[in-house]
């Protein structure tokens, strides 16, 4: 797991550790946003676990809150929402990617967005950068197949960054991040049979929409 | 006249790298752009890459009496504990053989190295005095993931004098590198770009790894050198010793791509273990088990390097390749330009020498007065991978 805050992340790998027992767990304090970081990632993660076969982009950034209009928004604040939602899943991609390319197989995870597809407004940096990360995966997926690329849009959750943007949010009317992340798991149990390049909605793939077939 | 191959002094682009292809037994040699490689191989031929990332493996810091000292990793040694080389005050601006020695260190010594960081010196070692063992720690409670993410936070590539600008981690690593095991880039491996294996998909050339932990290539101890490379960890999987049994059947050849992927071939195959340390010294008189060609930089002669292609091509006509590359303005060292060598051909070798190979080739060691061509390897009975392994 990678995340910039040392301590949180500490602490969820050793409740991970706790609650899964004889799982590995290793948590590494980067910022998928510094070029600098990247390889560092990428090294280490090697170095403790061998090479990666799934690899889940799940960082990103607002950019400044509240969320200004474009024509409010500063281009150094553009650049920097592109640098940590799409520039490092690219250089990250690019990172892990090498065994994959040899074995032929492997699967990334980028989470993606609604305002990836409309756009609303004060939306536009994180809009923008969800987009170009879908599309990203999209060709990924058309030069690297087979080797599978797909983007997830989770939907509206209960997270710290959903409550930046919209404070005034009801949490009752929004997903738990768990109930995402089992979707998450039963997309990648069904990755070999989805469309390469393919942008998923994690509702699609939850537990009981499963059983109902909705997700082949 | 020889050795005066002009080293590339900055990364390159892929694009930018010729190819120098020589063939021992018609002992025909061309240049061709590295586009031109997928066309060098036939359909059915299986290259073998080292697929090892390169470590940050150069780590700078400070003695508890504040002195300057580098600490260059050269093999992980269990748990947290690598064996290192000593450097003293300098970087990779000095020659390496230039650096001073590293200040008196003993036993429980402590050396700061930056993000937490802590070598401790556990052991010395008999090779050379600037050959220890250290264990690496971020605190009381360091964590595997600590201590690789200050490693990876604080260590440099290794480099040397040739390329002033210092490397970036991104520099060093091959398009398809996995696990960190290389101390120093596997740098045959940069003209396979993305597009290059895409194109050796499409003409059905097989393209597999080994893991092999490629070393430093200098020290700055002339002793230490003269050992150089030093016994190095590989492994090989059966999916690869599968393929090369394959392309065998089907009448294709084996390249490897690097003197370490040669080197974990033909040391794994005689070890016969999935991994291992190898102390194989592939030079002149090593009757190749496994690999048919090589791609390499453009070595200068007597470096340990030029030894391993001396199994693949005699003493004269590498000269001639040499002074072939030099006038073409070939470059050499790890961002230099490449070298495709075609072996003489492995059964021919092995009839020609027989079973006095290994002492006919020692003699000519010795006449040469080179301080790297020390061949280990045992004599017995010629094996391939595929019989090692049982396949």
Redesign the interface.
Known sequence: MVARGKEELDAAAAEIAREAPGAQVHALAFDVGDKEAIYRIAGAAAALVGPSSIVIHNASTLGPVPMPLLVDLPCEDLEAVLAVNLVGPFRLTKALLGPMLLARRGLFLYLSSDAAVSAYPNWGAYGVSKAAQDHLARSFAAELDPIRFLSVDPGEMDTKMHADALPEADPKTLGRPADVASSIVRIIERAETIANGARLSAADFAPTKVEEGAAA | MNGALLPATEPRSAADVRILVLEASSEAMRVVPSSALPTLFRAGDVLV?N?A?T??ASLSGRTERGESVELRLVAGAGERRWSVVLFGEGDHHTRTEDRPPPPELGEGDRIELGASLVATLVARRPESPRLVDVELTTGPAT???DV??A???VGKPVQYAHVPRPL???DV????????WALEMPSAGRVLT?AA?RELGRRDVE???VTHAAGLSSTGDPALDALLPLPEQYEVLPETWEAIARARARGGRVVAIGTSAARALEGGARLGTRSGITDLRIGGSTRRAVVDAVLTGVHEVDTSHFALLSAFADRRLLLRAIEQASSQGLLGHEFGDACLVWGQPREKLATRRGEDASAEASTKVSSRGGSCLVPTETRGPRTTGATVHGL
């Open positions: 890459v697929d990332a470590l940050p964590s595997a993931a690789w993410a490693i990876y936070r970036e981690l991104w690593q091959n398009v398809y590198a996995g696990r960190p993305g294996l393209v597999v790894s």
